[in-house]
């Protein structure tokens, strides 16, 4: 059974920070894209970043760039969204995602395999 688990969300100052950790388990993905999802309310799923593999091409949208950072650990099989510099407009649930590969452009169009349950991140004014 695949799963990924998240951890870190949370209420937060404007300004501040937080860390999302999302831990697979049921398989490796360290040759596969990871990365991260939101939806903010009333508005559509939007992709956030991504790593194509463990040591590969990252992928930012560019509402987040020079603040988010995506990191992963093969060894944990581990992947991480380092979110530093919060607005208000980065209030959403956030959703891991693992698997498959990205096109040859990017990640931005990219969906995994498998999804995470989401986790709730607000940021307060």
């Known amino acids: 059974q695949v799963q990924l688990v998240e951890s870190g969300g949370g209420l937060v100052q404007a300004g501040g920070s937080l860390n999302l950790s999302c831990v697979a388990s049921?398989?490796?993905?360290?040759?596969?894209?990871m990365g991260w999802f939101r939806q903010a309310p009333g508005k559509e799923r939007e992709f956030v970043a991504a790593q194509a593999w463990n040591g590969g091409a990252i992928f930012y949208t560019d509402s987040v760039k020079a603040r988010f950072t995506i990191s992963r650990d093969s060894a944990k099989n581990t992947v991480y969204l380092q979110m530093n510099s919060l607005k208000p407009e980065d209030t959403a649930v956030y959703y891991c995602?693992?698997?498959?590969?990205?096109?040859?452009?990017?990640?931005?169009?990219?969906?995994?395999?498998?999804w995470g349950q989401g986790t709730q991140v607000t940021v307060s004014s």
């Open positions: 049921g398989r490796t993905f360290k040759s596969y894209a």
């Open positions: 995602s693992a698997g498959g590969y990205c096109p040859g452009y990017g990640c931005y169009t990219w969906q995994g395999d498998y």
